[in-house]
């Protein structure tokens, strides 16, 4: 018998390692908790700050998103967004995607499943899925709870517009979405450069703490002025075009580059993920 459904009759390689299966797993790990806990906690940190320091106000006639923060249950959607989208954001998606295959290795549980077995392609399919999953999941949980949040403290209104103006309560939530949909696509280079690095190493902390400090190196780079439009192909120089869709007027051109930019990079992150795997010696 050459062929391994000879020798295992009703096997099918695509119902190894089931979705359900992999999601339920992680779902039990105390980190996905403890991240749960911190995303859902910061609306009420922001809503204490505020009673604390009283109504934020513009500073030299300049008002900003964080200035807005209690006119509306959007408003403090909005603000929890903006204060979380470079870093804090940034830690689920790092977490999700370069915890999957490192810590199957550290726990030396990653050759099992291959021997179970669960093809190579099948095991990174269903991982990354997964991780994903989360991760939009992390994304979503942050300006509802901020929004439910809101809307006890400030009442349920519309969105005040920093530069002037408002959105309809209802226009708001569709843009909220738009804008939670944006930052998750210009994440990707962030999952797929920690979905990467966990294929790499044993080691899940390292591919956590890569993918977020090569991000922070990223951010660090776009803020050199001296490199000019050569910004323009670093994901972080985009990764607060999600305004525009707060404008009365909403401008698709920063955000259509930003996801442009983001996808590129991930698509040859996740290529060399599966290349790489595909090819490696699994010890552990």
Known sequence: MSTLSQVAPGY??????????????????????VMAVVLTALPFVLVAAFAIGGTPEGRDDRISLMDTATASGANL???????SAAFLLVVPVALFCGDTVAAEANWSSLRYLLAAPVPRTRLLVSKLAVALGFSAAAMVLLPLVALAVGTAAYGWGPLRIPTGGELPAGDAVLRLALVVLYIFLSQLVTAALAFWLSTVTDAPLGAVGGAVGLTIVGNVLDAVTALGSWR?????????AWADALQPHMEWGGMVKGVSVSVAYALVLFALAFRGFGRKDVVS
Not at 16 to 25: D, G, I
């Open 232 to 240: 323009d192909f670093l994901p972080a120089h985009w990764q607060f």
């Open 77 to 83: 959607a909005a603000t929890a967004l903006f204060v």
């Open 12 to 33: 099918r390689a695509r119902h190894t390692l089931p979705l359900r299966v992999e999601a339920v797993r992680q779902l039990r790990r105390r980190r996905t908790l």
